[in-house]
Nanobody
Framework: QVQLVESGGGLVQAGDSLRLSCAASGLAFPTYAIGWFRQSPGKEREFGAAVSWDARSTYYADSVKGRFTISRDNAKNTVYLQMNSLKPDDTAVYYC????????????????????WGQGTQVTVSS
């Protein structure tokens, strides 16, 4: 059974930093791209960032580019999202998800391409 568990969320002030973690089990973790998505109150879930299975490529939404960094540690089956210079607009539930295809190389922003999702972790940024 595939399981992804997010952690690291919390309440911070604008300009602060947080690091989210996504721990995976039940899948051949090093072979799957992992993405971070987020859902703000009253909005649809949106793409945030993704890292390819081999960690050679990373992808970011324009809204987080330059502030967020995604990375992975395949030895720990964990993906991280370092979030700097946080803004109130970053307030959301953050989800990690595994791509449905191992060794996939291509675009990563489509939610339909991710088949295993975590339960989410809340990030709240106060002004």
């Amino acid at each position: 059974q595939v399981q992804l568990v997010e952690s690291g969320g919390g309440l911070v002030q604008a300009g602060d930093s947080l690091r989210l973690s996504c721990a995976a089990s039940g899948l051949a973790f090093p072979t799957y791209a992992i993405g971070w998505f987020r859902q703000s109150p009253g909005k649809e879930r949106e793409f945030g960032a993704a890292v390819s299975w081999d960690a050679r490529s990373t992808y970011y939404a324009d809204s987080v580019k330059g502030r967020f960094t995604i990375s992975r540690d395949n030895a720990k089956n964990t993906v991280y999202l370092q979030m700097n210079s946080l803004k109130p607009d970053d307030t959301a539930v953050y989800y990690c998800a595994a791509h449905v295809r191992p060794f996939y190389s291509g675009t990563y922003y489509r939610q339909a391409d991710f088949g295993s999702w975590g339960q989410g972790t809340q990030v709240t940024v106060s002004s």
